[in-house]
Structure formats: structure tokens, C-alpha cells
């Protein structure tokens, strides 16, 4: 069983009656203060970020083990490390996770790797991108302090999670994205039926107007799954570390290339190796992360490449639109895991992100958005660089769907001929 929080004179009442699981408090990234589990994001002493502080099960790997695989096939198979209660699989959500992981031996004899080389493809959650794992943590948490309407602020692909999340949760949903994103992506925002507003700006003013909005009456009962319950929407992301290690048969990767928007994903699959180390669920041993941006839009790759501990924020200009966040919140902790585990961060620029697509498209049968043509093109260029070691177990995300990101293709995509219904138009053709 999960162990229940019992720190009686320092715990909430939600997280008492085991709202929360196995997870204990917040804590601040920065000085280690402690808080009661609540709606709040940053630290009352230094304004650092909070994150969800755990008891986790330690003393039955074995037992934990088995529990897991007999879970459903959902990241609700890892309940028992989230901050989610033990009856979680039983509440309406949209039941994200348990991806495929792709042994991809043709993509990996063109990069030239000779070890195993594994596609985590999240293009197969519910709206088509990874976001709904972080979304469904978060829902969870609106729904223990009785938010009624859910809300973010989106580089797209969270807004059409927000939006169906809710629809299937019974929340009213109001999401914010940049007025410009790919049609795909708007549409797929708006089809469940809640608000979806278009602001004339970039993703950072998008994010400033709604911290605006939860400090205003207007922005009461409202849960913002990435800015006031950002410590909860954050440890979905773990849920891709645990995956990746059960389906490797609970091994650790040696080398992840993992994409960067605001960082948080990358943090997260950090600690979560590190939770399933702790737990003993996989043998202690080094790991490393890597980080991918696209060159329009690269503040936590320039720092890294500069030796910089702080990340100089920049204005996005790129096709890799899910990933342009030009002042990343979590960018410092990123070029931290980087460097203690030994991996790197590395751009591509839009050429080498459609190259990267249709490289996994034609080597694989996988069709990435732009997210995942920036991992993969930054997977060959680290070979290339000699950073990453081709004889090791690396795996690569692809986060999103390429029917999503259709404009970055399109150009330079299409028939191999356009032909009138004969067998002579056909030869004609040269297509025989
Ligand atoms: C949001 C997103 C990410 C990563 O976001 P973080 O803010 O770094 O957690 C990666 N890929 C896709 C497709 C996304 O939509
Ligand atoms: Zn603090």
C-alpha cells in the first residue's frame, strides 16, 4: 500500500484524507521551506518555485513492483507516486499514458548508433501531445480545492488538453493561447467546448496575463493547471520516467533527449529517475539528460553553451511553436540536471527540424509535430558532436502529433504526382 501522510500538525486536511496520496507537503526548490499542500506556486520566503514533497513507498520494491504491472495502463498504474489519492483510476479523466516505446533500429542504423535506440511516443495520449499527463495530475488537484473552472496559459498543445480534460471532468475551462498558432491546434483547443482566447501576443505575455488574472477577483475558483497548480501539473511529467524504465524492462535509459518549453518537463523526468533509484525499483547507476531546443528560440541552449548559470530570455521566432517559450521558469534547474548528469543542450535550426520529421517519419512509420523533429534532429547532431554516445541505450521523445504542426511540412510534402486515371497517365508518371 501507499504509505498516507500522517504528519498530523503540519499536513492540510485534503492531504489527511489521502487527496494527495502518498505526497506529504510543497517545498521550495530554492531554501527547502516547507508548505501544506495547497493551491500556491511559489515560496512565501525567497519567491522560489514549490514543488510536491513525497513519503514514498520504500520498503517493498518488489511488492510495488508487481502492483504496478497489475495497474491499469494508464499513469494511474503509478498512483502510488503521485500526489493523487489511491481511487484515482476510478474518477472521470481521460486516462493518459502508457505510451508505446518504439524500438527504432531504423533510425538508429542512419544516426549511426549501435546501441538500442527507443522512440517514447506521447503522440499516442488522448489530444494527440504529452500534455495530458501533466493535465490529469492537475485536474486532480482542482478538484480537491474545488476549483470550477479550469484555465492556462498555452503554447497550444496544453490548451486542447485543458479543454477535453475538463469537458470529461465536468470543469468549466477558459484557456489562453498566442492569437497565431498552427489552425491545428486552435481548432483542437476550441472543439471541446469551452473558451479558448486568442491573445495578440507572444506565449510569455500570454503567461503574464494570467498571473494577472489569479491575483483579480475575476480569476476566483479558477485552477490554472500551469501557474497557480503548477507543483501538482508538474509531477505528471514523472509518469514518462517510470514508463520508459518499466518498459525497458525497469531499466534505466543511459542517455534521454528530451524537448524544452519552460523546462519543466525535463526536471521532472529527472526526479522521477531519481524517485524509482530511491524506491529501488531500478539498479543505481548514472544517467544522462539532454536537453533540445529550436535555434529561434534557444535561451536555455545559449546559457548552456555559454557556461551561463542564469537564462537571458529571448523572443521565439520558430516553427517549433509548442517549445517557444522565450523566458523558460524552470531554465536554471535544466542547465543543472544537464551538467551534474553529464548530458548537454543543443538547437536545431527549421530546416533541420522538418529534416528530423521526415527522418522519422520515413525510417520509423512515426509522424512527429515540431516538437519531435527538434529531439530527433538534436539526437543526430549530438552524435555528430561526439556528446552522445551511439554504443549506449538512449531514448528520444517525440511529444506530439504531426497532424497538429501539418504548415511545417506541407511546403516541401506532398503527391509524388498528380495523374489522370489511366495506365499510360500512370507510366507516364515514372512512378512504375
Ligand atoms: C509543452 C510541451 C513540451 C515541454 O514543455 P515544458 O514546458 O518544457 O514542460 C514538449 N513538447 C510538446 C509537444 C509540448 O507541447
Ligand atoms: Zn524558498
Known amino acids: 500500500m501507499a504509505v498516507q501522510s500522517v504528519e498530523s500538525s503540519t499536513t492540510s486536511s485534503a492531504s489527511a484524507s489521502g487527496a494527495f496520496g502518498p505526497a506529504v507537503a510543497l517545498s521550495c526548490r530554492e531554501c527547502g521551506e516547507r508548505f501544506d499542500l495547497g493551491p500556491i506556486f511559489a515560496c512565501e520566503a525567497c519567491f522560489g518555485p514549490l514543488e510536491v514533497a513525497y513519503e514514498l513507498p520504500a520498503d517493498d520494491p518488489e511488492g510495488l513492483r508487481r502492483r504496478i504491472e497489475a495497474g491499469p495502463n494508464s499513469i494511474w ?14 474518477l472521470p479523466s481521460l486516462n493518459p499514458g502508457f505510451t508505446k516505446l518504439v524500438k527504432a533500429d531504423n533510425l538508429a542504423r542512419e544516426l ?3 546501441g538500442e535506440l527507443h522512440i517514447k511516443d506521447d503522440s499516442g495520449n488522448p489530444t494527440h501531445s504529452f500534455k495530458d499527463r501533466v493535465v490529469a495530475i492537475a485536474v ?34 477558459c484557456v489562453f493561447i498566442p492569437h497565431d498558432l498552427e489552425a491545428g491546434k486552435v481548432v483542437m483547443a476550441a472543439v471541446y467546448g469551452g473558451d479558448l482566447v486568442g491573445i495578440e501576443g507572444t506565449y510569455d505575455d500570454v503567461n503574464r496575463f494570467c498571473s494577472e488574472l489569479i491575483g483579480d477577483p475575476v480569476g476566483e475558483g479558477w485552477g490554472f493547471v500551469n501557474v497557480n497548480l503548477r507543483p501538482y501539473y508538474g509531477e505528471g511529467s514523472k509518469t514518462l520516467a517510470y514508463e520508459i524504465c518499466e518498459q525497458l524492462g525497469w531499466r534505466l ?23 524509482l533509484i530511491a524506491i529501488g525499483l531500478v539498479e543505481d547507476r548514472p544517467y544522462k539528460i539532454f536537453g533540445a531546443q529550436a535555434e529561434g528560440c534557444s535561451p536555455v541552449s545559449a546559457a548552456f553553451k555559454a557556461g551561463h548559470d542564469v537564462v537571458r530570455p529571448q523572443k521565439p521566432q520558430t516553427i517549433a511553436k509548442s517549445l517557444a517559450i522565450g523566458n523558460p521558469a524552470d531554465g536554471p534547474y535544466v542547465l543543472d540536471i544537464a551538467r551534474r ?12 527540424i522538418v529534416d528530423a520529421i521526415k527522418l522519422l517519419a520515413r525510417t520509423e512509420g512515426i509522424f512527429a509535430e515540431t516538437a519531435g523533429g527538434v529531439t530527433v534532429g538534436v539526437t ?53
Not at 488537484?141 to 485543458?162: D, E, I, K
Request: net charge negative.
Open 112 to 114: 549511426g548508433v549501435t
Open 253 to 275: 535509459p543511459d542517455q534521454i533527449v528530451v524537448p524544452i518549453a519552460s523546462g519543466s518537463q525535463l526536471t521532472k523526468i529527472d526526479k522521477g529517475l531519481k524517485e
Open 380 to 432: 543526430k547532431k549530438l552524435i555528430e558532436d561526439g556528446l552522445l554516445d551511439p554504443s549506449l541505450t538512449t531514448v528520444v521523445l517525440n511529444t506530439g502529433d504531426g497532424l497538429k504542426t501539418l504548415d511545417a511540412v506541407a511546403p516541401t510534402t506532398g503527391p509524388s504526382a498528380i495523374i489522370r486515371p489511366t495506365l499510360d497517365s500512370f507510366r507516364e508518371a515514372g512512378l512504375a
Open 77 to 90: 498504474r503509478y498512483a502510488p507516486l503521485l500526489p493523487v489519492p489511491a481511487d484515482v483510476a476510478d
Open 341 to 352: 548528469t553529464g548530458g548537454a543542450v543543443e538547437d536545431v535550426n527549421d530546416e533541420q
Open 140 to 173: 486532480q488537484a482542482a478538484r480537491t480545492f474545488g476549483f470550477t473552472t479550469l484555465s492556462c496559459s498555452s503554447t497550444g498543445n496544453l490548451a486542447g488538453a485543458v479543454g477535453a480534460a475538463a469537458a470529461r471532468a465536468g470543469f468549466h475551462s
